[in-house]
């Protein structure tokens, strides 16, 4: 498992096969950079291809999640100059769209295509950007205090890294429109009750929430798992009869993998059953 410190983020590993990243610019509440967006897409990279993660788990420390982008040219300070220059930005028409598709949103596709699970550990401020990347994950846990919005109009901008897509998804057409277009900033409860959160803890109690979901969902059969995860996110694009043929292509590889052998003769013997044995554990 890779671990290390990155621009604006920490990477630890946690048994069985668990990541955590800690967004740690508390500072800036966390929010991103140009640069903190692209080591976060390599370390997506790396983890998905790696078999010893299971679990990704994201978190702040201070007062925010992610509070959304860098406002101003401090978004790019954190590049090196030869790196800048190959970067436009938004100095044009153009660099703000290259820059969208390959950063912003190419973000968020990394962690809405990750075959491991993902949690959102969500600490304090999680505002457009860091709205987005938790709505991206699979599971969202909030502490009491935590607040949550969109708030793009506020500033006249576009909630553009896909912001809209995952708020019709979560809550939507009439509530996504309200909460967008009234620039709704909720707290915590209310993001429980909109459903944008799964569950509300007390912040001493957030980490260790996090964590014994990520062990729940780590010691789950993972290839069954991670196929009915895409086939889950499919089908809420899919017609009937397509969701049904794509999630019939899947079955064949869960049906005939040892966890579903595994897992037949505990439900017979009575015991708990023992997945992921070809990950050596």
Same mark, same amino acid.
Not at 114 to 125: D, R, S
């Given at each position: ?106 973000? &968020? =596709? +990394? ?6 699970? !993902?949690?959102? *550990? ?7 950007? /860091? ?109 009937? &009869? =397509? +969701? ?6 899947? !079955?064949?590889? *869960? ?7 595994? /897992? ?18």
């Amino acid at each position: 498992m890779q671990t290390g410190i990155y621009c604006g983020f920490e990477v630890t590993g946690h048994d069985p096969g668990i990541e955590l990243i800690t967004f740690n610019r508390p500072e800036r509440l966390n929010a991103t950079s140009s640069a903190m967006k692209r080591d976060l897409m390599e370390v997506l990279t790396q983890a998905q291809m790696d078999d010893s993660v299971r679990v990704v788990v994201f978190t702040g420390t201070g007062n925010g999640f992610c509070a959304g982008d860098t406002i101003g040219p401090e978004y790019r300070d954190d590049l090196p100059v030869a790196t800048a220059r190959l970067n436009p930005g938004h100095e044009h028409a153009l660099g703000t769209y290259d820059g969208l598709r390959t950063v912003s949103q190419g973000l &968020n =596709q +990394a962690v809405r295509n990750l075959n491991k699970m !993902t949690i959102a *550990a969500i600490n304090g401020f999680a505002i457009q950007t /860091g709205l987005s990347l938790a709505l991206c994950c699979d599971f969202r846990i909030a502490a009491r205090g935590a607040k949550l919005g969109s708030g793009t109009l506020r500033y006249g901008l576009l909630p553009d890294e896909g912001g809209h897509y995952l708020l019709v998804q979560h809550l939507g057409l009439a509530r996504a429109m309200d909460f967008m277009f009234r620039k709704r900033i909720v707290t915590a409860e209310e993001a429980a009750e909109l459903g944008l959160v799964n569950d509300v803890v007390d912040p001493a109690e957030l980490h260790q929430a996090a964590m014994d979901l990520a062990v729940e969902l780590a010691n789950g059969p993972q290839v069954a798992m991670r196929l009915l995860k895409r086939a889950t996110y499919n089908a809420a694009d899919l017609s009937w &009869n =397509q +969701a049904l043929d794509d999630i019939a292509v899947r !079955t064949p590889m *869960a049906d005939h993998h040892p966890d579903a052998a595994e /897992g037949g003769a505990a439900f017979l013997q009575k015991r708990v059953p023992h997945f992921n044995t070809w990950l050596g554990h």
